[in-house]
């Protein structure tokens, strides 16, 4: 196992305790994708804003807003296969991490990306999330 294998883990860890599930493989991306569920999809990242904003903001926002009916990840840096295939799904918008999407029967309806997370505070991410999750989910 390399180091940044060994760096990573926790923040793996970190997103399964919230529940998110992890897609690690182009054909998990695409099974969850053609779920007829509305999916929540945080792109995670070793970034201090994915530490200190998204998944925090993620976190809150799963435990106050309606459940999405699915929550999953997929790890830029670390899984890019599983990673490029995600932001097939999200276009047009560009390539981000970290990012948030809310995903049903393969199209993104709403997308968070990094210049929407970097440098804010993370409840006022938390509430951007927790919105969408209410007009896609609620």
């Known amino acids: ?11 793996r860890e970190e997103m399964r305790a919230m529940g998110l599930r992890e ?4 054909e998990q991306v695409d099974a969850a994708f053609a779920e007829p569920e509305t999916l929540l999809v945080a792109v995670n990242s ?3 804003c994915a530490a200190g904003i998204m998944r925090p903001a993620v976190r809150d926002a799963l435990a106050r807003g309606p459940a ?13 296969d599983a ?9 047009p918008h560009p390539p981000s991490s970290p990012a948030v999407a809310i995903v049903r ?4 309806l709403w997308m968070l990306s990094r210049a929407e997370i970097e440098g804010r505070p993370y409840p006022v991410v ?7 999750l209410t007009e896609y989910c609620g």
């Open 83 to 91: 990673t490029a295939r995600a932001r097939e799904y999200f276009a």
């Open 68 to 80: 999405p009916g699915v929550a999953t990840t997929v790890f830029a840096g670390q899984d890019t």
């Open 23 to 26: 897609l690690v493989t182009p």
């Open 1 to 11: 196992m390399s180091l940044t294998d060994l760096r990573a883990r926790p923040v």
């Open 105 to 108: 029967g393969g199209e993104t």
């Open 126 to 132: 938390a509430e951007k999330i927790t919105r969408a």
């Open 46 to 48: 070793m970034c201090g």
